[in-house]
């Protein structure tokens, strides 16, 4: 029965379940997969994660959809691990998440009114999650903001949930006025500090840059991750330009580059 569940191409998330089931067999499952445990695995997640976003980035609907996939098995794995372990199912975890947004949401699936501003339905939300962080015993502000996310998208979450509770710049110009201060610390640092100091303000000025982002009302993130891709578009270009000129980045100069490097631009805009 088993055998049939895994070969039948219609029978959904049962047969991904019973695939995974089968490749962690210990007597009869594939070697590699058997040792892996949750911290084994936790970056191919991360790294399914990014690369769902490089497939939306791109507006890649065909490799989306086999990302997506990649991110689901992601979940299955986890999931077969903690069954194994005895700590939680998938359909578990399904329910989990099912119980979570129903509570969220009772302007859908309750009495509430479904007339509301985003604005509202936004600070309804906080105040449910609040909630549910007090029954876990998170009682500070920070309590529950994961250290494992990337550190851009951590700063951002650590920012939003101190300005819940007033600890905020009024407007972007206070922010940017920071971002001066520490901008000019940096270079004290680099000329005066050691490396770990003159690493500790650089760090500042990343933060406050990420608070400046949200301050926008942008995603730092998002934002960073646009600007990668614009980077490895114009360099290319520059890099494709070179070659037809015969030469290679090393073999030019940064001056020769630099004005590819703006004729590139300059043809972006006028585009």
């Known amino acids: ?6 070969h039948d191409p219609d029978a959904g998330i049962e047969r991904l379940l019973e695939i ?3 490749l962690r067999d210990p007597e009869t499952g594939c070697p590699w997969d058997i040792e892996q445990d949750f911290a084994s695995i936790a970056p191919y997640t991360i790294e399914e994660a990014y690369e769902v976003a490089d497939a939306i980035e791109r507006r890649d609907w065909a490799e989306l959809e086999g990302e997506l996939g990649d991110l689901l098995l992601q979940t299955v794995y986890h999931t077969a691990m903690g069954e194994e372990a005895g700590h939680f199912t998938f359909h578990s975890v399904v329910k989990a998440i099912s119980d979570k947004m129903v509570a969220r949401h ?6 509430e009114s479904r007339e509301k501003s985003a604005a509202q339905q936004t600070a309804d939300w906080e105040k449910i999650k609040a909630a549910e962080r007090e029954g876990k015993a998170q009682q500070g502000t920070l309590d529950g903001v994961a250290i494992g996310l990337p550190a851009l998208l951590r700063a951002l979450k650590l920012q939003k949930r101190a300005a819940r509770v007033g ?3 009024p407007s972007t110009d206070e922010v940017i006025d920071k971002i001066v201060e520490e901008s000019r610390e940096l270079v004290e640092a680099r000329d005066r500090l050691t490396q770990a100091e003159v690493e500790e303000e650089f760090g500042d000025l990343l933060f406050v840059m990420a608070n400046l982002g949200r301050h926008l009302g942008l995603d730092p993130e998002a934002a960073l991750r646009k600007a990668n891709t614009k980077f490895t578009r114009r360099f290319e270009a520059v890099e494709a330009r070179l070659a037809e000129m ?3 980045p090393r073999e030019s100069d940064l001056a020769e580059m630099d004005a590819l490097w703006d004729a590139v631009k300059a043809e972006a805009r006028r585009g």
């Open 20 to 22: 995974m089931r089968r």
């Open 167 to 169: 600890f905020d710049w």
């Open 246 to 248: 015969g030469k290679t």
């Open 106 to 111: 009772p302007h859908v699936f309750g009495a």
């Open 1 to 6: 029965m088993a055998d049939d569940l895994i």
